[in-house]
């Protein structure tokens, strides 16, 4: 039983520095929790149809494979696979020179990016699919505070 409370006490630390954050580098591959996840061999990036993505505003990492784009009044909705995982999508917005930042965050599983480019404004979540593959959905409005985007999930 003491042994048991011991381990629980150190496990506490642990899992609080696992929660999002706001800086940091692109790992490659992530934390070692991201190798936990199936290999991507098994999980086919490719098995959805590629479709038209010549949307205003959209401006997703080169590799990107766009299945879906569907309008809905002044939104439009993007989804996507790409071999990068969460951590490295977040790290190549913050690198771009072409895009106004306006807030980021990730929590190794999932990263979050809003955008301004082209007039537009982006909302972009980026999922680990596996081990080094993501799904990326992104919501491309108005560039307004009221454009009706997708809020934070850390909110």
Do not use: W
Not at 14 to 23: P, Q
Not at 29 to 46: E, H, K, Q, T
Not at 106 to 122: G, I, K, N, S
Not at 130 to 146: F, K, M, N, W
């Amino acid at each position: 039983m003491r042994l048991r409370m011991i381990a629980v006490v150190a496990m506490v630390p642990l899992l609080a520095a696992c929660g999002g954050t706001t800086s940091g580098q692109a790992t490659g591959r992530g934390p070692g929790m991201l190798a936990n996840l199936p290999s991507c061999d098994r999980v086919p990036l490719d098995a959805d149809a590629e479709v038209d993505s010549k949307v205003t505003g959209l401006l997703l990492p080169d590799g990107a494979r766009v299945t879906s784009v569907v309008e809905q009044g002044a939104l439009t909705t993007v989804a996507a696979t790409i071999r990068m995982t969460p951590l490295d999508v977040r790290a190549h917005y913050e690198s771009r020179g072409d895009i106004d930042l306006l807030r980021a965050e990730d929590e190794v599983f999932e990263a979050e990016v809003l955008m301004r480019a082209q007039e537009r404004r982006t909302y972009l979540r980026a999922t680990a699919l596996c081990a080094d593959g993501t799904t990326l959905t992104a919501v491309i409005g108005p560039d307004s505070d009221e454009a009706g985007l997708p809020e934070f999930q850390s909110n």
